[in-house]
Nanobody, 118 residues
Framework: VQLQASGGGLVQTGGSLRLSCVVSGRPSSLYLMDWFRQVPGEEREFVAR????????TYAGSVKGRFTISRDNGLNTVYLQMNSLKPEDTAVYYC????????????WGQGTQVTVSS
């Protein structure tokens, strides 16, 4: 399975972006899908998770109420809608796929840069 993340860019504080993660090689419906983010020099931080059907989601406290994770298994794509962006949301965002909540990730996307200007 391969993941291709896109949609990052430069946005002002309070703006919005939508990230996409296209799954290829196997059906996306096989995988739990997560978004992470990382600032240079810091550890990768969990952002959000969505289950295989899309009916269950989990968020980090820092993004809850502002970010929404969703998926379209027909398009093999997972999304991260980011609203009310803050400068502290600036990071490289990665999508990741796993087959279970306690199993290792089977694939990571290449990352997409999000920069929020103040």
């Amino acid at each position: 399975v391969q993941l291709q993340a896109s949609g990052g860019g430069l946005v002002q504080t309070g703006g919005s972006l939508r990230l996409s993660c296209v799954v290829s090689g196997r059906p996306s419906s096989l995988y739990l899908m997560d978004w992470f983010r990382q600032v240079p020099g810091e550890e990768r931080e969990f952002v959000a998770r969505i289950n295989r059907s899309g009916r269950s989601t989990t968020y980090a406290g820092s993004v809850k109420g502002r970010f929404t994770i969703s998926r379209d298994n027909g398009l093999n794509t997972v999304y991260l809608q980011m609203n009310s962006l803050k400068p502290e949301d600036t990071a490289v965002y990665y999508c990741a796929a796993s087959t279970g909540s306690t199993t290792p990730y089977v694939a990571w996307g290449q990352g997409t840069q999000v920069t929020v200007s103040s």
